[in-house]
């Protein structure tokens, strides 16, 4: 747009063209800067690097002096040496790359715990929202820079939306939405290669995730996904050849560890998880080094898991005062190890209960279907007729019914459908 130069001072602007004379005291010109602008209007603004390998001053600077609704839109190939801090009100729009310098010096981020990370981008102390953020690709430079880190990392941020974005080569966590974080929307997100830690999380509540992809995580517990969340939603999001599980639901709280989470209410709708070389499909897990009072109540899980060397979903508890209860299955399992490819994983007085929905698995090592450690459980098995029949641990106190799946077609259940449409069956 149109900015006004006083008296003839440029100021931080540069290559200025298009000099429209006035009668007035004053000039209207159109710029384009390398640089920030002491001031810059509602609109549209497009910032492009300067030489050199550090443009954190010229990035912070200018979100700095963004007026609420602006648009800046990054073109080119930006690095930045310490973190950047979002406003709120404002849309981000990446052409190019935004990299991490080597040895940048970032600040803590967390703000309370020991969860706290060096982090390359993040939101103000105060909090942020209404932040459209898109495009490009995001490299954290993990050869060069701490093992801890986690390059996009929010802590209370909400009514956003984050998409159509690359995240790849960091040391920790590639995108985090914290604790505080709800009602966002992430779409199109793709995130790869975490090093030893995770391609993305919601540790919040009431986010909306579409068609996101975490995988290549290559960290021994590298996680696709840890959605340590509560009344998420995650719609044909995939987690594949992972360290760890492709979605790693781990009941634990990394700033208060003897506290545990509640991980409730969570939906999973079509989603997929396979070919995890460390880890399962989904992992429900209430660990032995969690924090007490856990609780894992009233997910719902629609999902393809196959080809995972740990079970394609599993239900486990490790403490006895937390619970795993009332969750809802709609699966699709073939060759997974583990202990099946649903399966449970409790003992005396560490309780998992109350698990309904149905299934179609075949070709599990161990058991199809291990409700060893469960009870109180309603499963419908559905057994496709030109596979073997399916290998089902009952437990105690369990119904587990097996239908045929005719030739004749798909029945209602989702995960049937799933079956007649899934390629490479083997």
């Known amino acids: 747009g149109l900015v006004t130069v006083t008296n003839g001072t440029v100021g931080d602007f540069n290559d200025i063209g298009y000099v429209i004379p ?43 002096k963004l007026h609420e609704g602006a648009t800046l839109k990054l073109v080119g190939n930006f690095f930045i040496a310490g973190t950047i801090y979002l406003p709120s009100n404002f849309k981000w729009i990446l052409e190019g790359s935004f990299s991490l310098a080597d040895n940048a010096i970032l600040d803590i981020i967390g703000w309370y715990g020991g969860g706290a990370r060096p982090t390359g981008i993040t939101e103000k102390p105060d909090g942020a929202g209404n932040i459209d953020m898109s495009g490009g690709t995001y490299n954290g430079n993990f050869v060069n ?35 505080e974080c709800n009602n966002n929307l992430c779409r199109n997100i793709r995130s790869a290669f975490s090093i030893t830690g995770n391609a993305l999380t919601d540790k919040g509540d009431h986010n909306k995730w579409f068609d996101c992809i975490a995988e290549d995580c290559l960290g021994n517990d590298g996680d696709g996904w840890t959605p340590k969340c509560r009344y ?30 509640s991980i409730d209410g969570n939906k999973f709708f079509s989603c997929e998880s396979y070919e995890n070389w460390g880890g399962g499909g989904f992992s429900f897990n209430i660990p032995s080094n969690g924090g007490y009072g856990a609780s894992m109540q009233s997910n719902y899980v629609e999902a393809i898991c196959y080809s995972n060397n740990e079970s394609g979903v ?13 969750n809802v299955i709609n699966l699709l399992c073939w060759g997974n190890r583990g202990l099946g490819g649903l399966a449970t994983d409790g003992g005396i007085g560490r309780t998992i209960t109350g698990i309904t929905g149905t299934i179609v698995s075949f070709g599990n090592s161990s058991y199809d279907v291990n409700l060893q450690h469960a009870s109180n459980c309603t499963i419908t098995v559905y057994r496709p007729l030109n596979k073997s029949v399916p290998g089902i641990n009952y437990g105690s106190s369990n119904t587990i019914t097996v239908t045929n799946v005719s030739a004749a077609g798909p029945s209602d259940p989702w995960c049937v459908h799933a079956y007649y449409n899934a390629t490479n069956i083997p």
């Not at 810059?40 to 603004?45: A, C, E, H, I, K």
């Not at 701490?146 to 995108?175: A, C, K, Q």
């Not at 599993?314 to 009332?326: G, P, Q």
Request: proline fraction near 4%; glycine fraction near 8%.
């Open 22 to 64: 006035t009668n007035g005291s004053s000039l209207y010109v159109r710029i384009k800067s390398t640089r920030p602008a002491e001031s810059l209007n509602d609109g549209w603004f497009e910032l492009v690097p300067t030489a050199g390998t550090d443009h954190t001053e010229l990035i912070q600077t200018t979100l700095d």
């Open 145 to 179: 820079n701490p093992t801890t880190l986690r390059f996009i990392n929010f802590i209370w941020v909400t009514n956003s939306y984050f998409h159509d974005m690359v995240i790849t080569n960091v040391s920790d966590d590639n995108f985090t939405l914290g604790s």
């Open 232 to 261: 998420s939603e995650f719609y044909r999001c995939i987690g594949r050849r992972n360290g760890g599980p492709g979605f790693g639901l781990y009941c634990r709280d990394e700033n208060e560890p003897y506290i545990g989470l």
């Open 314 to 326: 599993m239900f486990r508890n490790k403490l006895t005062d937390s619970i795993v209860a009332d």
